[in-house]
């Protein structure tokens, strides 16, 4: 956005315009950090042991998880869930 479109938001749409904007450059370096680190390692291993470095190109598959944990997480949220509704009726009195 240019400065001048700035004339027409209200203050809470400019703070949320700025905190948005500030927030993806948060991600953003921390996205670089990530990258330059892994760049790092696999510098190291390429000076100092080339014949061990790990395959960079290769992506792994991202972990599912088992129908016996989604049961248990349920249970966590319904226990949960069960807590806060016994809460608000006792504090309710």
Not at 30 to 56: S, W, Y
Request: charged share 30%; aromatic share 8%.
């Amino acid at each position: 956005m240019h400065h001048d479109d700035f004339w027409q938001v209200s203050l809470r749409e400019f703070d949320l315009i700025t905190s948005a904007r500030c927030k993806g450059k948060d991600r953003e370096f921390r996205a670089r950090r990530v990258l330059n680190q892994e760049m790092g390692i696999l510098t190291q291993f390429a000076f100092h042991d080339p014949k061990k470095m790990p395959d960079f190109t290769r992506q792994t598959e991202p972990v599912k998880p088992s129908a016996s944990s989604r049961s248990q997480d349920l249970e966590k949220l319904r226990a949960g869930l069960l807590g806060l509704h016994y809460h608000s009726k006792r504090n309710a009195k």
